[in-house]
T-cell receptor, first 117, second 115 residues
Framework: GAGVSQSPSNKVTEKGKDVELRCDPI?????LYWYRQSLGQGLEFLIY????????KSGLPSDRFSAERTGGSVSTLTIQRTQQEDSAVYLC???????????????FGPGTRLTVL | AQTVTQSQPEMSVQEAETVTLSCTYD???????LFWYKQPPSRQMILVIR??????QNATENRFSVNFQKAAKSFSLKISDSQLGDTAMYFC????????????FGEGTQLTVNP
């Protein structure tokens, strides 16, 4: 079946602009995660959605970052007023249903490389 | 908070040889999962192997196996009969059952398989 997909693959923007990154999880997966991969910080957790529960936003680095998940499927990560330190690869992952005894393995998309000039 | 440490930033191995990548972690949880992911230049993170902490038997997946030492909090990955396609960055990751479903990653080990 289809894996996790992300768009765009690459995004170049100017400092101060807003960007939206999209993630399509594997069909049937109820959990969705966003991570950031940067040279200085390695791989960091950003946010986690599970079904209809309130998302775990504890990893978001500032209030310029937000994410939503519509209809329990597609998710959009929005970065407002981008800064150069936001340059990184943003990875999305999904898993089956960790809260109900399903596998906790997370399957990743190919990522979006964001470059802020 | 959990921490994951990979002390080998880079490793290399000859094709067909065996290589072991090291990972240690620190946690106060008793119920957790451990993972090895590989990330080739395509950026796609690919699951290599996973281990449930309550299982004493080491996980194996074809040429990949782990040495899980729970008391020592060590989780090393052994790759047998290395292939050129194994060249990638390898990340060790921890997920605690009581601390949410987030993954905590190590710094990564860049493995190069030489012909």
């Amino acid at each position: 079946g289809a894996g996790v997909s992300q768009s765009p693959s690459n995004k170049v923007t100017e400092k101060g602009k807003d960007v939206e990154l999209r993630c399509d999880p594997i069909s049937g997966h109820t959990a969705l995660y966003w991570y950031r991969q940067s040279l200085g910080q390695g791989l960091e957790f950003l946010i986690y959605f599970q079904g209809n529960s309130a998302p775990d936003k504890s990893g978001l680095p500032s209030d310029r970052f937000s994410a939503e998940r519509t209809g329990g499927s597609v998710s959009t990560l929005t970065i407002q007023r981008t800064q150069q330190e936001d340059s990184a690869v943003y990875l999305c992952a999904s898993s089956l249903n960790p809260g109900a005894g399903g596998t906790d393995t997370q399957y990743f998309g190919p990522g979006t490389r964001l470059t802020v000039l | 908070a959990q921490t994951v440490t990979q002390s080998q930033p880079e490793m290399s191995v000859q094709e067909a040889e065996t290589v072991t990548l090291s990972c240690t972690y620190d946690t106060s949880e008793s119920n957790y999962y451990l993972f090895w992911y590989k990330q080739p230049p395509s950026r796609q993170m690919i699951l290599v192997i996973r281990q449930e902490a309550y299982k004493q038997q080491n996980a194996t997946e074809n040429r990949f196996s782990v040495n899980f030492q729970k008391a020592a909090k060590s989780f090393s990955l052994k790759i047998s009969d290395s292939q050129l396609g194994d060249t990638a960055m390898y990340f060790c990751a921890f997920m605690g059952k009581t601390s949410g479903s987030r993954l905590t990653f190590g710094e990564g080990t860049q493995l190069t398989v030489n012909p």
